[in-house]
């Protein structure tokens, strides 16, 4: 069974939120937590939290073992752009595209082989 959480219209792009994402699916997620947690990028910390809903939401929704699930899918889809204006010389005007994403994270309970 699978079970998902997701984050919408977080702050940053698409693109740079999928660089942490990449390196989650086959992982358990204990072992994701641990390397979310030393990753260098900020953006590590919103995948940590909707990792970590997931997980959540698979214990008490579904009576899931929270030691055995690993994360089976993690991608993240293009959000609304917020478009802004700033002024620049010569009475000009410069655009300032602000992206959001939404995260999802699957999760399952790992097979034992």
């Not at 998902?4 to 358990?28: C, E, F, H």
């Not at 293009?78 to 992206?99: A, C, I, Q």
Request: no cysteine; proline share 4%.
């Amino acid at each position: 069974m699978e079970v998902s959480a997701t984050a919408r219209y977080l702050p940053v792009s698409a693109r740079k939120i999928r660089l942490v994402l990449d390196q989650l699916p086959g992982k358990t997620v204990d072992e994701a937590m641990v390397m979310l947690r030393f990753l260098p990028t900020p953006n590590a910390r919103i995948v940590a939290k909707v990792l970590k809903s997931a997980a959540a939401n698979a214990e008490n929704n579904f009576a899931m073992d929270a030691t055995e699930l690993r994360v089976k899918k993690a991608y993240a889809g293009e959000g609304r752009t917020l478009k802004r204006f700033r002024p620049t010389s010569r009475g000009r005007v410069g655009s300032n595209n602000h992206k959001t994403s939404h995260v999802t994270v699957v999760v399952e309970e790992a097979e034992e082989a």
